[in-house]
């Protein structure tokens, strides 16, 4: 696990906090603890990649609300919740509102490492592909704009010939054009050219 990653623990419980920031350092895990949602919110200035553990029944500001507030300010953070046995419900309302997994108390220390050992391989594939859709943007950015007219006539699944007569140039023209956005975009084939397109155009 990557030396930068910290478990956040986040729990009004402080006999919780302690366990799970004892089992996690243990097993050499940096941890973080807050005594409340809001207390964590307070601190995502200098938040640290990684994950968070969070109680799903707190007193002033349940887990899922916290979960809420998170997705509103677009923070992509695997989160794990941790619920009474009573509170399955709302465990199940936390994953839909984009909680990783959710475990019952009281949990079993290989339930929790084992989750950990999730939300780390998730945090990794949703870093990855910010950084492909940070270069997506990049490229996209480089295009002229003939090029990008050219790009959106080929994503309309138009014919060169037909964006040939739409732009008033030359079919010719059109497939220097699409060899020079194949360059640009570093896309193999216009199947992939179409679909790196569109899914920077979605994430816009």
Same mark, same amino acid.
């Given at each position: ?13 402080? !006999? ?8 996690? @350092? ?72 984009? !909680? ?5 108390? &009281? ?33 996209? !950015? ?28 030359? &079919? ?6 699409? !060899? ?8 193999? @084939?216009? @199947? ?13």
């Amino acid at each position: 696990m990557p030396a930068s990653f910290v478990v956040h623990i986040v729990d009004d419980d402080e !006999a919780v906090r302690q366990s799970l920031a004892f089992l996690l @350092s243990t097993a050499g895990i940096p941890v973080r603890v807050y005594e409340s949602a809001t207390s964590f919110l307070a601190g995502l200035a200098s938040l640290q990649a990684g994950c968070l553990i969070t109680d799903v029944r707190m007193p002033d500001m349940t887990g899922i609300e916290l979960l809420q507030r998170l997705r509103a300010k677009n923070i992509k953070l695997p989160v794990i919740v941790i619920t009474g046995h009573g509170d399955i419900p709302l465990a199940v309302e936390a994953m839909r509102s984009g !909680a990783l997994d959710f475990i019952e108390k &009281p949990f079993a220390e290989e339930a929790i490492l084992r989750a950990v050992r999730a939300a780390e391989e998730r945090g990794t594939k949703l870093g990855r592909r910010s950084e492909e859709e940070t270069l997506v943007a990049a490229r996209l !950015a480089s295009l002229s704009e003939r090029e990008r007219q050219v790009l959106d006539g080929l994503v309309a699944g138009n014919a060169n010939k037909t964006i040939a007569h739409a732009l008033g140039i030359s &079919p010719r023209t059109v497939e220097v054009y699409r !060899a020079n956005l194949m360059t640009k975009m570093q896309a193999k @084939s216009l @199947s992939e050219l179409i679909r790196i397109t569109l899914a920077a155009r979605t994430v816009d």
